[in-house]
């Protein structure tokens, strides 16, 4: 089965310190990985995509195809970024084709 | 406005029950999707529709069942409810040609007791 793991339930941080959200994949090929994000009493919504190679918010997203992991990071975490990260790559084979594996998400935590 | 709706967003039911789930998008989606997550934990898709009178089950075995009568309209029906089926379900939907942008509803909390 294609798993996502996410290794940190709880991630906390203070201001300005450097912020790195886990994940690793468990198969093979290159599918393609998301990032999602669900802020405090609002939906669970994209954060960013790998292809994309783009920073949003300030979070830009790593790929090591070697180790698969899909790391999330940012150098200055921000209060606002508390938030549960949930990371969701794309399946590539079976059932799962084309649809999204969620991981259980890490929720952030940025102390002021 | 161009929304995704689940009603209700919360229901406590007795087991035995039969209850449907509502889920209603107004972005002309084609593509849309029931998830179940238990707290803590992964979201797990249980079935998904590619459009009108196309329904598909997710990685995940549910006991629930599913229509898409309508491109707008997909819900979710458990015959009679159990206390495994305590959950909360998201509904989602998206593009059919950019599936990994999926745009979630605000979920229904069920309780069955």
């Known amino acids: 089965a294609q798993r996502v793991t996410q290794p940190e339930k709880l991630l906390s941080v203070f201001k300005g310190a450097p912020v790195e959200l886990k994940c690793n994949y468990s198969y093979s090929g290159s599918p393609e990985l998301f990032w999602y994000v669900q802020y405090s009493r609002q939906r669970l919504q994209l954060l960013l995509r790998?292809?994309s190679r783009e920073s949003i918010k300030g979070f830009t997203a790593d790929l090591n195809k070697g180790e698969t992991s899909f790391h999330l990071k940012k150098p200055f975490a921000q209060e606002e970024d508390s938030a549960m990260y949930y990371c969701?790559?794309?399946?590539?084979?079976?059932?799962?084709?084309?649809?999204?594996?969620f991981g259980k998400g890490t929720k952030l935590s940025v102390k002021p | 406005e161009a929304d995704i709706y689940q009603t209700p967003r919360y229901l406590v039911i007795g087991t035995g029950k039969k209850i449907t789930l509502e889920c209603s998008q107004t972005m002309g989606h084609d593509k849309m999707y029931w998830y179940q997550q238990d707290p803590g934990m992964e979201l797990h898709l249980i079935h998904y529709s590619y459009g009108v009178n196309s329904t598909e089950k997710g990685d995940l075995s549910s006991e629930s069942t599913v229509s898409r009568i309508r491109t707008e309209h997909f819900p979710l029906t458990l015959e009679s409810a159990r206390p495994s089926h305590t959950s909360q379900y998201l509904c989602a939907s998206s593009v059919g040609t950019v599936p990994y942008e999926q745009y979630f509803g605000p979920g229904t909390r069920l309780t069955v007791t």
């Open positions: 790998h292809i």
């Open positions: 969701a790559p794309q399946g590539n084979y079976g059932g799962s084709q084309g649809n999204l594996i």
